[in-house]
């Protein structure tokens, strides 16, 4: 099973960007999926999560401008991120709870950056 993210990059404060993660491999099902971010000398912190039934939750510090998303048909899920600013700027990480030819567990993805600077 792997988690690919893609769609970071630089953008100036109150631009947007769109990220996405699709999940690939032997997948019988997936659970709860989720973004984190972690910015040098800081923990990683859950931005935004996503159930299979999608409830949705998102830190405090990113509600009314972020919106999390998934497609089942397609094994993704999705982060809009609008109105950023420069404290968004991090490595965005998806994460998921995935069962395949394993019990059900989490992965991860690689990550992709976002930098949000004028």
């Known amino acids: 099973v792997q988690l690919v993210e893609s769609g970071g990059g630089l953008v100036q404060p109150g631009g947007s960007l769109r990220l996405s993660c699709v999940a690939s491999?032997?997948?019988?099902?997936?659970?709860?999926m989720r973004w984190y971010r972690q910015a040098p000398g800081n923990k990683r912190e859950l931005v935004a999560g996503?159930?299979?039934?999608?409830?949705?939750n998102y830190a405090d510090s990113v509600k009314g401008r972020f919106t999390i998303s998934r497609d089942n048909a397609k094994n993704t899920v999705s982060l809009q991120m609008n109105s950023l600013k420069p404290e968004d700027s991090a490595k965005y990480f998806c994460?998921?709870?995935?069962?395949?030819?394993?019990?059900?567990?989490?992965?991860w993805g690689q990550g992709t950056q976002v930098t949000v600077s004028s």
């Open positions: 994460n998921a709870d995935i069962w395949s030819t394993n019990p059900v567990r989490d992965y």
């Open positions: 996503i159930t299979s039934g999608a409830d949705i």
């Open positions: 491999g032997s997948i019988f099902g997936i659970y709860a």
